[in-house]
C-alpha cells in the first residue's frame, strides 16, 4: 500500500504535553493513520493512505491553540530567528525586573503606604512587559483552557498572572491586607518571565547545533547543474533538471543528481554517502550520487533520479523520519507529561490551602507564594526534551559514520542485541567472484596464464570469466586470436590457440581431456585449471574475498560479548572456510529465505536479542524478523526497506559503531529522565515549603523561575555533550 506523508512547521509547544495533544489532534483528522511530533525541530510528519489536505492538518492544530504551517523540502530550521526574538523578550522583561529586584534587595524602594502612585506606575510598566515578553505564554493558556486542557503555558500563565493581579490590586487597595503582608510580587512575575524567554532562546539555539546532521545534509545539494542540451552547455537550477539530461561535472563541484557516467573520467569523494574518506574512481557505466564531491577530472553523466528520487534526497528523508520518531522511551515521556500539568495544578492549590490554613501570619502571603513557586518550578520542559534531543544526535552522528537510521525505535534496540546474524554473499564477502592468485608451470608465467585464459573467456558473461577478464585488464595486455571456440557445460571451454588444443575448466574437464595435471596434482577448491595439448600449464584461483574490516569487526563484536552466527543459502562447505578464517563457531548453510527467518525467530524464543546483517532479496524476511536489521547500502533495494539500519559503506565495521551510538544515545537518554525527574522529584517538595518548619528556608518565585530554566538547560547541554563525543 502506498502512504502520502506530509510534514507541518509547528509553533507554540513547549512540553512533551504538547507533543502529545498535537499528536491526538492530527490523527484524529479523517483520513490520517499515524502523526509523529518532534518537540526539538518542531516538526510533525502526519502518514495517510490516501491523500489528506494541508489544510485540515493545520485546522485540526488551530483548534487546541498552536499554529502550523507545511513545512517544505527545502525550508531550513527557524531557530536563528526564533533565538533572537525571545532574547529580546527576555532583554526586555530584565530591564525593568533586575532593578526592582535590586532596589527590593537593598530597601531603596518605597513601602505601599509610602509610595502607592509609584507601585501603580510599576504595575501598569509590569503589565505592557508581561504582554510583549510573556503574552505568547498567556495566549496559548488561554487556548489550552478552551479546550480544557493545561499545558506548561498554563503553569506560568497561572503563576505570574495571579503574581500580577494578587501585587495591583495591593497597590490599589493595600488596606485590605494587614501591614506585615503588605507585599508586591512584580519582579517576580517580570524576571519569572525573562528566565523563562532566557531559557528559551539558549534551547532554541542549541537545537540549532542539534539538528546540524539535517543541515549538513541539505547544504550538500547543489543549487545549479550544467546541462548540456542540443549541444550547448547551460547551468539551471537543480529542480529543472531532468531524467535522461546530459549532466558535466567539473574537478572541485558537487554531483548535482544522481547518474551514470557516459564520458571521461574522474575520483570522487562518497564520504558523505558512505562515510568512507578514500575517493573512488569513477568510469564509463558507473554511477555517481547527488551530493559527492568530484575531486580531479571531468565527467559527462546521463541523469537517472532527481528530486526526491535521489541518494541524497532519500538519505535525508530518512535522517528526517528517524530522528522525528519515538522509541519506548519517548512516548513514556509523552505520557507522563500529559498528566503531569493538572497533577501540578492540584498540587498548587493543595500548598495554598495548607499555607492559608496552618501557615505562620501573613497567611495570604505565604500561601500565594508558596503556590506561585510550585506553579513555576514544576514546569515540565526537561522532560519534554530528555528523549528527542538525545536522538536527534545520535541520528545525526550515526549517519555521520555512514549508518542510516530508519527509526528511534531501532536506535534503542540496537543496544540491547546479544546475537548477531550475518548472511554470507556480499555481508561478510564482497559479493563477486574475484581472481586471488595465478600460477603458471615453467615457461608460461603468470600474466602469460591469464592473457590465455582472457582470451578464451572475453565471450563468456559467466561470472567467473568477468573475474578473469577483470584481472586481465591489469595487464595492459591484448587479447589472442583464438578459433573453433566452444563450451561444456558445467565444466569449462575450449578452443585452438596456434593450432594447439587449450581448455579452461574445472577438474573434471581436464581429466574428459587426458590432460597431465603434473605440479597441480594437488587441487585447490575454487581453482580454474588452463590446460594446453596434453598437459595442465596453469591455475587460477577464483573466490569470493572478505570484506577487508570484516574479521576486525567480528572480534571487535566478540569481545563485546555478542553471539556470532553465519547464515547462508550456499554450500556447508564454503560456508565453514569462511567461519573458520573469521572465527565463527557457529555456522548455518543451504538455508532458503524461509528457514533463515526460522532460525531468527527460534533464537527470539530463546530469549536471544536478535540483529540480522544481510544485503540481498533473500534477506529482507530475515531482516524484517529481527529485533534490529541491518542492511547494506550497496545491497538490493528490498533488503534496504527491509532494514532498520543502512550501512552506506562497504564495510562491517560501522556495525560496531552503530551498536556503541546506541548504546551512548540511550545512555544519554536516561541520564536525561533521571536528571528530569529528580528536579521534580525534589523541587515540587522544597517550592511547596516542606524545609520551612525545619530550617526557615522557603524558595523565591524568581529562584524557581531560574531553577526550572536551568534544569532544561541542562539536558540540552547533556544531549550535545553526545555530539562532541568521541566513538
Known amino acids: 500500500m502506498t502512504f502520502y506523508s506530509k510534514r507541518l512547521l509547528i509553533s507554540g509547544m513547549t512540553c512533551a504535553g504538547c507533543v502529545a495533544k498535537v499528536e491526538k489532534a492530527l490523527r484524529r483528522v479523517p483520513g490520517v493513520s499515524g502523526a509523529s511530533v518532534n518537540l526539538v525541530e518542531r516538526l510533525a510528519t502526519v502518514s495517510s493512505p490516501s491523500e489528506v489536505r494541508v489544510e485540515d492538518l493545520i485546522q485540526a492544530v488551530q483548534t487546541i491553540g498552536y499554529q502550523a504551517q507545511e513545512f517544505l523540502d527545502q525550508e531550513t530550521s527557524q531557530d536563528q530567528s526564533s533565538f533572537k526574538t525571545l532574547y529580546l523578550k527576555a532583554f526586555v522583561a530584565g530591564c525593568l525586573g533586575l532593578p526592582l529586584f535590586l532596589g527590593d534587595l537593598f530597601h531603596l524602594l518605597p513601602s505601599l503606604d509610602e509610595g502607592q502612585a509609584f507601585w501603580i506606575i510599576i504595575g501598569i510598566l509590569t503589565l505592557g512587559v508581561l504582554i510583549y515578553s510573556g503574552g505568547h505564554f498567556f495566549t496559548r493558556?488561554?487556548?489550552?483552557?478552551?479546550?480544557?486542557?493545561?499545558?506548561?503555558?498554563?503553569?506560568?500563565?497561572?503563576?505570574?498572572?495571579?503574581?500580577?493581579?494578587?501585587?495591583?490590586?495591593?497597590?490599589?487597595?493595600?488596606?485590605?491586607?494587614?501591614?506585615?503582608?503588605?507585599?508586591?510580587?512584580?519582579?517576580?512575575?517580570?524576571?519569572?518571565?525573562?528566565?523563562?524567554?532566557?531559557?528559551?532562546?539558549?534551547?532554541?539555539?542549541?537545537?540549532?547545533?542539534?539538528?546540524?546532521?539535517?543541515?549538513?545534509?541539505?547544504?550538500?545539494?547543489?543549487?545549479?547543474?550544467?546541462?548540456?542540451?542540443?549541444?550547448?552547455?547551460?547551468?539551471?537550477?537543480?529542480?529543472?533538471?531532468?531524467?535522461?539530461?546530459?549532466?558535466?561535472?567539473?574537478?572541485?563541484?558537487?554531483?548535482?543528481?544522481?547518474?551514470?557516467?557516459?564520458?571521461?573520467?574522474?575520483w570522487v569523494d562518497e564520504s558523505m554517502l558512505t562515510g568512507e574518506s578514500m575517493p573512488v574512481e569513477k568510469k564509463m557505466g558507473q554511477e555517481v550520487h547527488a551530493g559527492t564531491l568530484n575531486t580531479r577530472g571531468s565527467f559527462v553523466f546521463q541523469a537517472t533520479r532527481v528530486g526526491k528520487e535521489t541518494a541524497?534526497?532519500?538519505?535525508?528523508?530518512?535522517?528526517?523520519?528517524?530522528?522525528?520518531?519515538?522509541?519506548?522511551?519517548?512516548?513514556?515521556?509523552?505520557?507522563?507529561?500529559?498528566?503531569?500539568?493538572?497533577?501540578?495544578?492540584?498540587?498548587?492549590?493543595?500548598?495554598?490551602?495548607?499555607?492559608?490554613?496552618?501557615?505562620?501570619?501573613?497567611q495570604v502571603a505565604y500561601a500565594f507564594v508558596t503556590m506561585m513557586t510550585v506553579l513555576i518550578i514544576a514546569c515540565p520542559c526537561a522532560l519534554g526534551l530528555a528523549t528527542p534531543l538525545s536522538i536527534m544526535v545520535g541520528v545525526g552522528k550515526a549517519a555521520e559514520h555512514g549508518i542510516l537510521i530508519r527509526n528511534g525505535e531501532a536506535l534503542q534496540k540496537a543496544g540491547e542485541l546479544t546475537t548477531l546474524v550475518l548472511d554470507k554473499t556480499g555481508t561478510v564477502t564482497e559479493g563477486h567472484p574475484t581472481v586471488t592468485h595465478v600460477l603458471g608451470s615453467s615457461g608460461f608465467d603468470t600474466h602469460k596464464i591469464l592473457q590465455l585464459a582472457a582470451s578464451l573467456e572475453r565471450h563468456s558473461e559467466h561470472p567467473l570469466a568477468q573475474a578473469i577478464l577483470t584481472k586481465f585488464k591489469e595487464t595492459k595486455l591484448d587479447f589472442l586470436p583464438i578459433q573453433n571456440f566452444h563450451a561444456d557445460v558445467g565444466q569449462g571451454v575450449g578452443a585452438l590457440w596456434e593450432g594447439k588444443r587449450i581448455y579452461l575448466g574445472n577438474l573434471k574437464l581436464m581429466r574428459h581431456a587426458h590432460m597431465d595435471l603434473g605440479e597441480f596434482v594437488s587441487p585447490e577448491e575454487g581453482s580454474i585449471y588452463l590446460g594446453l595439448e596434453e598437459n595442465v600449464i596453469g591455475a587460477i584461483r577464483v573466490s569470493d574475498p572478505l570484506k577487508k574490516d570484516a574479521k576486525r569487526a567480528i572480534e571487535a563484536l566478540q569481545k563485546q560479548g555478542f553471539k556470532i552466527i553465519l547464515m547462508t543459502g550456499d554450500n556447508a562447505k564454503t560456508a565453514q572456510a569462511i567461519a573458520q578464517k573469521l572465527g565463527i563457531s557457529e555456522v548455518y548453510a543451504e538455508l532458503l529465505p524461509g528457514e533463515k527467518e526460522k532460525k531468527i525467530k527460534e533464537l527470539q524464543l530463546q530469549g536471544e536479542k536478535v540483529g540480522m546483517v544481510g544485503d540481498g532479496i533473500n534477506d529482507a524476511p530475515s531482516l524484517s524478523r529481527a529485533?534490529?536489521?541491518?542492511?547494506?547500502?550497496?545491497?538490493?533495494?528490498?533488503?534496504?526497506?527491509?532494514?532498520?539500519?543502512?550501512?552506506?559503506?562497504?564495510?562491517?565495521?560501522?556495525?560496531?559503531?552503530?551498536?556503541?551510538?546506541?548504546?551512548?544515545?540511550v545512555s544519554n537518554i536516561h541520564q536525561n529522565f533521571f536528571g528530569a525527574f529528580l528536579y521534580n522529584v525534589l523541587s515540587i517538595p522544597i517550592a511547596a515549603g516542606i524545609l520551612y518548619p525545619l530550617w526557615g528556608i522557603l524558595l523565591n518565585p524568581m529562584i524557581a523561575g531560574a531553577a526550572m530554566t536551568l534544569s532544561s538547560l541542562t539536558v540540552v547541554l547533556n544531549a550535545n555533550r553526545l555530539r562532541r563525543s568521541q566513538l
Open 312 to 362: 541524497l534526497a532519500r538519505i535525508i528523508e530518512m535522517v528526517r523520519q528517524a530522528q522525528s520518531s519515538k522509541p519506548q522511551l519517548g512516548r513514556l515521556a509523552d505520557q507522563i507529561a500529559s498528566v503531569f500539568v493538572p497533577v501540578v495544578m492540584v498540587l498548587a492549590l493543595v500548598t495554598f490551602g495548607v499555607w492559608f490554613y496552618w501557615g505562620p501570619v501573613p
Open 141 to 266: 493558556a488561554w487556548k489550552a483552557f478552551l479546550i480544557k486542557t493545561a499545558t506548561m503555558d498554563t503553569l506560568i500563565a497561572v503563576g505570574t498572572g495571579a503574581a500580577w493581579l494578587y501585587s495591583m490590586g495591593l497597590s490599589l487597595f493595600p488596606a485590605l491586607l494587614p501591614e506585615i503582608a503588605r507585599h508586591v510580587y512584580f519582579e517576580a512575575a517580570v524576571i519569572i518571565i525573562a528566565f523563562i524567554n532566557l531559557g528559551s532562546a539558549l534551547e532554541a539555539k542549541a537545537r540549532g547545533k542539534t539538528s546540524q546532521s539535517i543541515q549538513r545534509l541539505l547544504g550538500l545539494q547543489s543549487k545549479t547543474a550544467r546541462v548540456i542540451r542540443n549541444l550547448i552547455e547551460t547551468d539551471i537550477p537543480l529542480d529543472q533538471v531532468k531524467v535522461g539530461d546530459q549532466v558535466r561535472v567539473r574537478p572541485g563541484e558537487k554531483v548535482p543528481v544522481d547518474g551514470k557516467v557516459i564520458e571521461g573520467s574522474s
Open 627 to 665: 529485533h534490529v536489521g541491518f542492511a547494506m547500502g550497496r545491497g538490493t533495494d528490498v533488503a534496504i526497506e527491509a532494514g532498520d539500519m543502512i550501512l552506506m559503506g562497504e564495510g562491517l565495521f560501522p556495525i560496531v559503531s552503530a551498536i556503541q551510538i546506541s548504546k551512548a544515545t
